[in-house]
């Protein structure tokens, strides 16, 4: 939103619909009502809460550690166990 100086109310801004892009995803009851309850503290739908959210670490450079290997550690574990023998070869 910005503020219309003429106008002194807010008001939408008029480049949200190509700065952003509507998606559809499914969330677990958890993370619902995670985000339901951190929305309340500010007034706001978990809707919005989501987005904020991910717009502040998408914008922070925060690097998610999931406690899971990626797939570049995934791929060089396979191949090394692969040279080791401890996997089949692929043919």
Do not use: C, V
């Amino acid at each position: 939103m910005r503020k219309d100086e003429h106008h002194n109310k807010w008001m939408p801004s008029p480049y949200f619909e190509q700065l952003s892009e509507e998606i559809t995803f499914r969330l677990d009851f958890r993370s619902i009502e995670y985000f339901e309850e951190q929305g309340r503290l500010y007034g706001l739908p978990a809707q919005d809460m989501i987005a904020m959210y991910l717009r502040h670490m998408a914008g922070s450079g925060y690097k998610a550690n999931l406690g899971i290997m990626t797939l570049k550690e995934r791929e060089e574990l396979k191949a090394r166990l692969e040279q080791e023998g401890m996997l089949p070869r692929k043919t």
